[in-house]
């Protein structure tokens, strides 16, 4: 390869790599574990969802809600969960101004306003389960799967009260993504050359520097298309507000909503109130279950409700194809429920289109629903690889810096960046296990709880872990608290709800029962790893704190 373009692939490959490389084990480390996000949902709530098919008691919700609220001329939203075992419900203030209570004025101060409510106080968002027939709102029902779903896009930084226009943990982890796939093509181009005689090299016993050049190498090149149709895929799933502007300002005179709901993302359904009431009742349970029965196959995602018991009422209802047996596709209808006409109607599993197609390409590959479990557990594994490759960069960077010649600042510059990425990207896995221990064994979780304990022991395990300025040490203790920690939630389980994982294997919650495995099998990886690393890992370097007489470092070697 010519030598300039070989350095121009190795600088960009290098700086983009370490600028991202935090933030980016972040996104894997909580996106592997979010590809069994029904599984961790069921597992913090005792209940299995394996097998069991909700007959969703709409019904029941709403004449719950006419308790509390006249129902009259409102617009309902449900956006069901996965399963089927509940919904999110939007409901907005009545169209008619007879009975609807006046609109508040959105106040200045306070932060953003929750979805759904647009400053009315006769509004209400909230989750509803359909199993035991509760109601919460977002932060009471807020769990650890959603946690560590929305951790690998950077949510919970929209917190943080930047304000620049769009939500900033969003932007962070679009350019994230973006920045990563610029590492993904330059990697490729840098090993090029000699991607087919190095493909299978992997030296352990060498050098600390040729251990981590050829895992990095080898992990990379076997996790690349994974690592790119995820990059890609994030890209276009965190920032197409950026990559369909120009398209809304060209076709669409600037208008992004009328571009997004030719795009199938938004669905606009205005009626006009008409202040005359509905003949009859209506049966929500008998209107949802007649479409689920005309579309086998296909899953009911979305219910739209438009001036609930008016004469101009109507019921929207959009599906998705089960990707088992139609890979793409999507559907709705819309229904005038006083007649009984049918106003629109597009079949899930019949009726796909271009649109449909891209939508679920890019959709299914990011989150692996397409192929059950196993293709799950896969993905699984490559994430964490993605995280083997991000570690072992950024020991590469660090042993390649580490030379007796270079200056004493710059020196002590990578060592204590390295060891901030390190303390940062290896204590997720404890704190993970800690956090998951601590939802089962305290009495009351919502969303600031699981914030708190998260976020907090991360911040003091990673302070631990920076303090020891030893890398080798800081393996050995972040391998043990995993063993430890990992191993304490099926125990933690099975003493705050009795569902020891030999209980759950007999009586079919398979994923209660996969949870616990899970985090035993890490426990006895971590164990193994603590085994091989205390017995065989070589001394590293560490930065003295003065110069040495030749005014050079003087290196100290710590052995543990």
């Known amino acids: 390869m010519d030598p300039r373009k070989y350095n121009i692939y190795f600088h960009t490959h290098t700086i983009s790599g370490i600028i991202i490389a935090a933030l980016l084990y972040v996104i894997f480390f909580a996106g592997s574990f979010s590809f069994f996000k029904d599984d ?24 719950s809600l006419s308790q509390h609220y006249n129902l009259r001329g409102r617009n309902f939203n449900f956006y069901l969960l996965r399963q089927g075992q509940g919904t999110y419900v939007d409901m907005t203030a009545s169209q008619d101004t007879t009975i609807s209570k006046p609109k508040l004025k959105p106040k200045k101060e306070g932060g953003r306003r929750r979805k759904g409510r647009g400053g009315d106080d006769d509004a209400a968002y909230f989750r509803y389960h359909f199993a035991d027939k509760k109601a919460g709102d977002y932060s009471d029902s807020y769990d650890m799967a959603e946690f560590l779903y929305r951790l690998h896009f950077l949510a919970q930084l929209n917190q943080v009260g930047i304000n620049i226009g769009t939500p900033f943990g969003y932007l962070v982890a679009g350019i994230v993504a973006f920045l990563f796939l610029f590492a993904l093509i330059t990697g490729l181009l840098l090993h090029w050359d000699k991607i087919k005689s190095n493909f299978f090299l992997f030296r352990p016993m060498s050098k600390w520097k040729t251990v981590w050049t050829d895992m990095h190498t080898a992990l990379g090149v076997i996790g690349f298309p994974f690592q790119l149709v995820f990059a890609v895929t994030g890209v276009v799933l965190i920032v197409n507000y950026v990559l369909l502007a120009p398209f809304a300002n060209l076709l669409y005179n600037g208008d992004s909503d009328k571009l997004y709901e030719s795009l199938q993302y938004n669905k606009t359904i205005k009626v006009d109130y008409t202040y005359k009431p509905m003949n009859g009742t209506f049966d929500m349970d008998a209107f949802v279950g007649k479409w689920q029965k005309e579309w086998k196959d296909a899953q009911i995602s979305r219910i739209y409700i438009r001036n609930y018991m008016d004469e101009s009422m109507q019921v929207s209802l959009e599906a998705k194809p089960n990707a088992e047996t139609n890979f793409a596709g999507s559907g709705f209808a819309t229904v005038n429920i006083a007649s009984g006409k049918v106003l629109e109607q597009k079949s899930p599993n019949t009726d796909g289109n271009y649109i449909d197609g891209v939508k679920s390409l890019v959709y299914h590959l990011h989150f692996g629903d397409f192929g059950g479990k196993p293709l799950r557990i896969v993905f699984f594994l490559l994430g964490l690889m993605g995280c083997a490759v991000i570690i072992s960069g950024i020991m590469i960077w660090l042993v390649a810096r580490d030379k007796v010649a270079t200056e004493l600042r710059k020196r ?7 060891n901030f990425f390190l303390a940062a990207c290896l204590s997720m896995l404890p704190v993970t296990a800690f956090t998951f221990i601590m939802v089962k064994m305290l009495n009351h979780v919502d969303q600031a709880v699981i914030y708190r304990t998260y976020f907090y022991s991360w911040l003091v395990l990673g302070i631990y872990l920076m303090v020891l300025r030893s890398l080798p040490r800081m393996n050995r203790h972040t391998l043990i608290l995993s063993t430890v920690l990992c191993l304490g939630v099926p125990i933690a389980n099975g003493i705050s709800t009795g569902l020891w994982i030999w209980n759950t294997w007999q009586q079919g919650a398979f994923d209660i029962f996969f949870i616990d495995a899970l985090f035993i099998v890490l426990a006895g990886s971590c164990a193994y790893a603590f085994t091989r690393v205390n017995a065989e890992a070589k001394t590293f370097k560490v930065l003295s704190l003065r110069k040495a007489p030749e005014k050079v470092l003087k290196a100290t070697v710590v052995r543990e």
Not at 42 to 49: C, D, M, T, V, Y
Not at 55 to 60: E, S, T
Request: aromatic share 20%; glycine share 6%.
């Open 412 to 418: 002590r510059f990578n060592f204590w960046a390295s």
């Open 40 to 63: 961790i949902a069921a597992w913090q709530k005792g209940r299995s969802e394996v097998g069991q098919r909700f007959d969703p008691p709409y019904n029941h919700l709403l004449d």
